[in-house]
């Protein structure tokens, strides 16, 4: 099994409710974003996947969140802008985009601050 990792960045502000007093109050992070794709198969080059694509793709993701109100995106509507939601919808998009069948999102996780983040494990 191959893992490869890329790691992107972007800043938000987000809202969340029921979480203690002070996460209430609108307030932004800047996110590290750790994405990690898996295989058993690498390609004719003799790699899993291209890191241009993968961070192409990412990047594309990236620009849905970067400098946004989160609570304002459809996403979000229905599932509060945490860390741990917000992982599971980098993961869930970058599914839809890798289109080689033997490569697959495993985990992401979303870094709202150094100490504290949340992963989603696909």
């Not at 890329?6 to 590290?32: D, P, S, Y």
């Not at 970067?66 to 970058?94: G, T």
């Not at 697959?104 to 979303?110: E, I, L, P, Q, W």
Request: charged share 25%; net charge negative.
């Amino acid at each position: 099994m191959y893992e490869l990792k890329v790691v992107t960045r972007f800043a938000a502000a987000h809202q969340l409710q029921m979480v203690g007093a002070k996460c209430e109050n609108l307030h932004g992070h800047n996110w590290r974003i750790e994405v990690y794709v898996v295989g058993t198969r690498l390609n004719d080059a003799g790699v899993l996947m291209d890191f241009g694509e993968i961070k192409a793709h990412v990047a594309a993701i990236m620009s849905t969140l970067d400098h946004k109100f989160l609570n304002e995106l459809e996403h979000f509507k229905q599932d509060c802008p945490s860390s741990e939601n917000i992982a599971r919808y980098v993961a869930e998009e970058l599914q839809k985009k890798i289109d080689t069948p033997s490569v697959s999102v495993s985990r992401v996780t979303a870094w709202e601050s150094e100490d504290a983040g949340a992963t989603f494990i696909v």
